[in-house]
């Protein structure tokens, strides 16, 4: 964990220009806290290649894709868990892939 909140302070640090090991890490660390503090499986969310993880209580899903599923690319994700970056700007801007009606992280985010 403290790995995890060592990694994010770098990267934000850094201007965002951590290396990969750094970039991974902080990756999977604000992935794990957002399954931790919206804990479900109603939404996935996909961060390629680093990491992916099930949250926010509600109707879920076996099998399959599920109905509601955000992807973005790693500079996006921790832009928006930290809250250098809004939910809104990074939609407007087309980094943020989402899909279903329930693949709102607005209200759980920033993280840090």
Do not use: K
């Not at 909140?5 to 990969?20: C, I, K, M, P, Y």
């Not at 970039?23 to 109603?42: C, D, I, K, M, Q």
Request: charged residues 20%.
């Amino acid at each position: 964990m403290e790995a995890g909140r060592e990694a994010v302070r770098r990267w934000v640090a850094l201007e965002h220009a951590a290396d990969a090991g750094v970039l991974a890490t902080a990756v999977r660390f604000t992935l794990e806290e957002l399954a931790s503090r919206a804990p479900g499986r109603s939404v996935e969310v996909r961060v390629p290649p680093y990491g992916a993880v099930q949250c926010i209580a509600g109707t879920t899903h076996t099998r399959g894709t599920p109905p509601n599923v955000i992807e973005t690319d790693a500079q996006t994700w921790l832009a928006v868990s930290t809250g250098s970056l809004s939910w809104e700007a990074a939609w407007q801007q087309g980094t943020l892939r989402v899909s279903g009606h329930r693949a709102d992280l607005s209200p759980y985010l920033p993280l840090a």
